[in-house]
Each structure stands twice: as C-alpha cells, then as structure tokens.
C-alpha cells in the first residue's frame, strides 16, 4: 500500500531519493515469515519506514542529496537504521533533504525539491524535508530524520506531523553523515505521538560505536503515553512570542496551551533571555564543525572525483568546486574562517561561551518549569524559491530551534492547527536533559 502511494503521489511531492521497491517486498515478505512464527512482536514489525539521505544503508545509495555522494553505497549499517530493521521495520527507502543537511527548505538538495503535501507550491520545511513530507503524504508510516538545529521540528511543523529531537547522546550517531557533531541528533518523524514514542523506544541506546553516545537508566518511553498534565508547569517564554512571529501561528499555539492548562497544567510566562544570541552562536559552531566534518570529501576516499585535473591539489580543489553545491560551500568558509587564527577567539570562542550562557538560562528555566513551550518557527511553510537568495532571513527563521541542540535538550514539534492557506502549524515542547517522557505525555494528553 505504501509503495502504491509512492506511485501515486511521488511525481507531485519528490520525497525520496532512492526508492528501495524491490528490496522492500522481498524483505516484507520475510517480516510476514517471521511475524508467523512468532519471531518479531514489537510494534515496528512489518512497518514500512523511510530513513533520511544522510544515515548510512548497507548496500543502498546514501547521497546526503548533494553531488558528492552521488556515488555513495554504504558497507554498513547506521545504528539507529539497524535498529529498526531488526525490529521488524520494513525500509521504503531514503529522503530527500537539504544537501548535507545545512538549509531549512529541502531546496538545496543535488537532486531537486521536495514539495508541501498540503500546498505544493510550499516547502515542506527541512533539512528533513522529504522525510517529513513522505509521512505526512502517507508514503511510508514513520520516518528517521537527524536534527541539527531544528531539522526534524521545523519541517514537522510545517508538514502537520510529530517530530521529536531527543537528548543529545541518546541515539547512536553511528552511520550518521556528521554535519555538526556536537549537536547532531537522529529522531522520529511519526504520525502522532504514540508512534513517536514507539520509534524512539527502538532506536534509542547506548552505543560504544559513538563516543558521545550516553548510557541513560532507562530507555523506556511509551510508557509516557497516558492522559495527565495534572500540575505539570509550563513555562511560556515571553521572547518566543515577541516581534516576527505570524499571528496566526501565535494564536495556534496559545490556543493549544490553554487546552492543557484546562487539563491541569500551571502555565505560567517568563523570560528565558539570550535568545538574540541563538543563531549567531549556532551558525558559527555548526558551521565550524562542518567545515572540519566535510573536509573528508575530496575525491579520493568517498563519492565524486572530477573528470580531468593536474596534480593532487588541483584534484581536491576540482572535486569538491564541481561536487559541492552553493550553501555547503557558504559553510564550508564561514566555519574555516571562525576557526583561523586571529579569528578563533573572537569568533568560535565566543560562540562556545554564548553556548555555554545558553545552556544556563534554560537550567535556571528548568528549576522552574517541566517544560517550556513556544512555536517551532515563526510563519508557516513559505513559498518554494523565496527562501534560497536570502541566506540570512533563512537563517534567522531557526530563532526558535537551535537553542535546544546548542543547550542538548530534548524537543518535540506537534501538530496545533493550520493558518488561512490550510497550511500546518507545529507547537514546540522543550524538556530539560533526559526528560523525553514529560514531553511525550504533556504532547498525547493534548493529543
Ligand atoms: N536550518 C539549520 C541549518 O541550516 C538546521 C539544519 C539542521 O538541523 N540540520 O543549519
């Protein structure tokens, strides 16, 4: 069923960009043999999922949807992809994304747009765009994506689906094509809150693979999923209602919130601070990490080599000019450029202070609240091709995202309502380090 939606609707939306037809059957037909004989019993068993571009597949295409990878099939399997193979998953195939996750639209991908299901003269959000989008156009029933600075909420948002960022350390990065390693971040792109939490069950666990991986006491989490907000306390952050936020979306989201305060929750505004410093912050740690994280891609161990060149040198430059698109490169500079000499201190330095003020401003907020709650982005989905000439409006729309990875926490985008246009809006839920299972309840008991 999942492939003959693919058929249907694929042409129009561009959500992947490897469909694993074949593969898919055969390996369904196997899960049937075993879900017969009582070998598999879990709740992803026989499920047909789709993994985001960037998460190594043994044996199939893994492009980052960039030029440069073009070539790519991986010889091994990322942990949290073959955790959910050996729970039964069925995989449908990879998602389109922004090329090497660095973008917010799916438009910067090698290998053309993913479209909004809803309106498909929208974008679907991104990075995780074609995850996203094959979820909420019901092209596979959950999704991976990896979240970086809002790369699993934001297109959530804007595709009307559940989307969460776990802790950081609490799923393997292991096969994760790094973009910025210290915020990094595999999480479930689901219908609703039940299956989120099922995904996250399964994917989640230490890993020796990954040396930032932690070892959490417990990494049970449907167990969240009862109805009670009774006495939870909400904190509002005034600064994330502020200047810049649609009307409609504020509205969305107030409205949402009354609804769990009329379930008994205390909610209650403050000012969490600092929030102007987000992005500044993130872009030049992000992109720092992935000037050094890219420098792998020269033609010589991975993917794309340029045809003809002279020498070693003009053989890297050639590969990664021809191979790299526009925004990656943009990075690429910015983060060699922060991390010169003579511009390390006043640039990443300072960035990694900003990061660590962060951090302490949600701690203190934390004393106070189980979780914070506020929008995922500022509009709903924008038009396809108004955001890409604008890099720095693009940037700024992730106002309300990257604060968690720089900060480690865990969050979580649902599904509140649509604007004028009928277009989703998404309400982001943000918990204090290991605290998935609050947002897990707090988001099915408004469910
Ligand atoms: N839009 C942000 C960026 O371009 C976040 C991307 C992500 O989370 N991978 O860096």
């Not at 949402?256 to 500044?280: N, Q, R, T």
């Not at 992935?290 to 002279?310: C, I, M, Q």
Request: net charge negative; proline share 4%.
């Amino acid at each position: 069923a999942s492939l003959a939606q693919i058929d249907s609707v694929e042409s129009e939306v561009h959500s992947y960009v490897t469909i694993c037809r074949e593969e898919a059957l055969k390996r369904a037909d196997q899960v049937q043999k075993m879900i017969d004989a009582g070998e598999l019993t879990g709740p992803l068993a026989g499920v047909p999922v789709a993994i985001k571009d960037n998460m190594c597949t043994e044996g199939v295409l893994t492009t980052c949807s960039s030029k440069i990878l073009g070539n790519f099939v991986p010889t091994f399997m990322a942990e949290a992809v073959k955790r959910l193979e050996e729970a039964g998953a069925v995989i449908l195939g990879k998602t389109n994304m922004d090329e090497f996750a660095m973008g917010s639209t799916t438009e910067t991908s090698y290998y053309g747009v993913t479209k909004n299901p809803w309106n498909t003269a929208h974008v679907p959000g991104g990075s995780s765009g074609g995850s996203c989008a094959a979820v909420a156009a019901e092209e596979c029933f959950c999704a991976l994506g990896s979240d970086t600075g809002g790369s699993i909420r934001q297109p959530s948002a804007f595709c009307g689906v559940v989307g969460m960022k776990p802790t950081y350390g609490t799923v393997s990065r292991y096969g994760l094509i790094a973009y910025g390693s210290s915020l990094d971040q595999i999480g479930p792109v689901a219908k609703d809150v039940t299956d989120c939490a099922a995904i996250l069950e399964t994917i989640a666990a230490h890993d020796e693979k990954d040396s930032t991986s932690i070892g959490r006491d417990s990494y049970d989490f449907t167990s969240a999923l009862v109805e009670d907000v009774k006495g939870m306390k909400i904190g509002i952050p005034r600064d994330y209602f502020g200047e810049g936020l649609d009307p409609e979306v504020k509205e969305a989201i107030l409205k949402a919130v009354k609804v769990l305060e009329e379930k008994g929750a205390v909610v209650e505004e403050f000012d969490l601070s600092l929030v102007e410093y987000a992005i500044p912050a993130y872009y030049v740690i992000a992109s720092a990490e992935a000037s050094s994280n890219l420098s792998r891609f020269d033609g010589v161990k991975y993917g794309y080599r340029t045809a003809e060149y002279e020498g070693l040198h003009n053989m890297y430059k050639k590969s990664r000019s021809e191979g790299f698109g526009a925004e990656v490169k943009r990075r690429i500079m910015l983060g060699s450029f922060v991390l010169s000499s003579g511009y390390y201190d006043a640039y990443y330095l300072k960035a990694l202070r900003t990061k660590a003020l962060i951090k302490k401003a949600f701690d203190r907020a934390f004393e106070k609240y189980d979780m914070i709650i506020g929008p995922a982005a500022p509009t709903t989905a924008p038009e396809l091709g108004k955001s890409l000439s604008d890099p720095m409006k693009m940037y700024l729309s992730d106002v309300y995202t990257v604060s968690v990875n720089l900060a480690g926490l865990p969050g979580i985008s649902i599904p509140v309502g649509r604007d004028s246009k009928g277009l989703p809006i998404g309400m982001q839920m943000i918990g204090d380090c290991y605290q998935e299972k609050k947002l897990l309840q707090a988001a099915y008991t408004y469910e």
